[in-house]
């Protein structure tokens, strides 16, 4: 009995540290996509601030 026990704790605890290894994988994908996003977003204002200073000199011309 106790070895069964034992056994099933070994696999709860393996389970338990599966599942928190799992969590941060999950957790830093997650972040990686928010950082890619967030940079997606960057380059895309940064290209409309840019168009609009190439467009600056040709209105005021």
């Known amino acids: 009995m106790v070895e069964v026990d034992k056994i099933i704790i070994e696999g709860n605890t393996s389970s338990i540290e599966q599942e928190q290894e799992n969590n941060k994988i999950l957790k830093n994908d997650l972040c990686m996509q928010y950082i890619a996003s967030r940079i997606d977003l960057l380059e895309k204002l940064i290209n409309v601030h840019v168009s609009r200073f190439k ?4 209105l005021l011309t």
């Open 55 to 58: 467009w600056q000199p040709n």
